[in-house]
């Protein structure tokens, strides 16, 4: 079992629907859990943290983390064509590691 | 605007050529990192430097060889590199606690000829 888990997509949603995006990982004591966008041929950039149990919202971005479940997911309300890239889920695994290890990320397009 | 700033952009290199990689933040970060991406593959780790100390190396062939002259400066010196070493390759920081996310350098995009 890989220890951070996506399903590589793409994932296809009309624009304006609500795009889910998963992560499973393997380490219960993981503390610390990220999505980064990435666009074709860029960097990769942070667009959500989350550390609890529950959901933190930032804009259009929520983020769900379930740690019984090992379980992260990201909803995208509204999305738009903007939206449209890969989306790496990063998970702080080995217990108090400061190093992520990053999942295949899901490929994500958004047609009008 | 990235506040960690990678230089050059691009760069093409023959197979006996010697170039080198910089990467420069000002966030007062102690942990910084290079990783290697390859097209549609999440980006794998090299080496982790954490304050100005060699922390982590993956395993990484010696053609790479990685440089921290100062907490706000890491280089990646290249030599003997093979076609297949053509990739994105990013530099990335953090404060190096648990709690961190990682900020991303814009890359560089190196392709061996």
């Known amino acids: 079992q890989k220890e951070v888990e996506q399903n590589s997509g793409p994932l296809s949603v009309p624009e304006g629907a609500i795009a889910s995006l998963n992560c499973t990982y393997s380490d219960r004591v993981s503390q610390s859990f990220f999505w980064y966008r990435q666009y074709s041929g860029k960097s990769p950039e942070l667009i959500m943290s989350i550390y609890s149990n529950g959901d933190k919202e930032d804009g259009r971005f929520t983020a769900q983390l379930n740690k019984a479940s090992q379980y992260v997911s990201l909803l995208i309300r509204d999305s738009q064509p903007s939206d449209s890239a890969t989306y790496l889920c990063a998970v702080n695994i080995r217990g108090g590691s400061y190093i992520p290890t990053f999942g295949r990320g899901t490929s994500l397009i958004v047609h009008p | 605007d990235t506040e960690v700033t990678q230089t050059p952009k691009h760069l093409v290199m023959g197979m006996t050529n010697k170039k080198s990689l910089k990467c420069e933040q000002h966030m007062g970060h102690r942990a910084m990192y290079w990783y290697k991406q390859k097209a549609k593959k999440p980006p794998e780790l090299m080496f982790v430097?954490?304050?100005?100390?060699?922390?982590i190396n993956e395993s990484v062939p010696s053609r790479f060889s990685p440089e921290c002259p100062n907490s706000s400066l890491l280089n990646l010196h290249l030599h003997a590199l093979q076609p297949e070493d053509s990739a994105l390759y990013l530099c990335?920081?953090?404060?190096?606690?648990?709690?961190?996310?990682?900020?991303f350098g814009n890359g560089t995009r190196l392709t061996v000829t």
């Open positions: 430097y954490s304050y100005e100390k060699l922390s």
């Open positions: 990335a920081s953090s404060q190096g606690q648990v709690l961190s996310p990682l900020h």
